[in-house]
């Protein structure tokens, strides 16, 4: 079956420092790959998305690219910010296994400090 | 911005009564979801409807019922609420595409039951 598997946090950073939440995902078919966030009191919310191999997602200054070989789609972003912090999660949905159901990680919470 | 609601935000009820969650959505979106959030931030589907009168269990056994009569509207109920179901309940619903089949999430209810 389908499963993502992120770092654990929580994860602690100084404001304008580089971020990294590692994700490797497991599928038997052909994947689409989000980043999810979620901020305090709030669902989550799409932050970005790709639907293909070698394909780069990015919204607010975060990216993250659909790596086929190595399985996994990093979150990236060169400066965080105190207004970044939040929970974030990421997922697979394949649309012809699993019934087109997401499969999501556990999360990770970070935390930027100013 | 998503058009998803859940209501109420809050509740507080004692053990032994019904309690109704309300989701709705203007997107006109086939497939609804509820997932149980866990304190530690991840996430369990335990309902999902691919269209009007269709509902199905998810990966985590729940006792709550659920039913999908008009697109729009997805009502969760427990017939008979307990100190387990302490939860966050968030309601999501999909835009069905075949390359990238996004979730949009309701902001939650936060159940307490005494």
């Known amino acids: 079956g389908n499963s993502v598997t992120q770092m654990e946090g929580p994860v602690t950073l100084s404001e304008e420092a580089f971020l990294t939440i590692n994700c490797t995902y497991t599928a038997t078919g052909y994947p689409s790959l989000f980043w999810y966030v979620q901020y305090p009191g709030e669902g989550l919310q799409l932050l970005l998305k790709a639907t293909k191999a070698d394909d780069k997602g990015s919204n607010k200054g975060f990216e993250a690219t659909y790596r086929k070989e190595t399985t996994s789609f990093h979150l990236e972003k060169g400066s965080v910010q105190v207004s970044d912090s939040a929970v974030y999660f990421c997922a697979l949905s394949d649309h012809n296994t699993n019934a087109g159901k997401s499969t999501f990680g556990d999360g990770t919470t970070l935390t930027v400090k100013p | 911005e998503a058009d998803i609601y859940q209501t109420p935000r809050y509740l507080v009820i004692g053990t032994g009564k019904k309690i109704t969650l309300e989701c709705s959505q203007t997107m006109g979106h086939d497939k609804m979801y509820w997932y149980q959030q866990d304190p530690g931030m991840e996430l369990h589907l335990i309902h999902y409807?691919?269209?009007?009168?269709?509902?199905e269990k998810g990966d985590l056994s729940s006792e709550s019922t659920v039913s999908r009569i008009r697109t729009e509207h997805f009502p969760l109920t427990l017939e008979s609420a307990r100190p387990s179901h302490t939860s966050q309940y968030l309601c999501a619903s999909s835009d069905g595409l075949a390359a990238g089949d996004t979730q949009y999430f309701g902001p939650g209810t936060r159940l307490t039951v005494l």
């Open positions: 409807s691919y269209g009007v009168n269709s509902t």
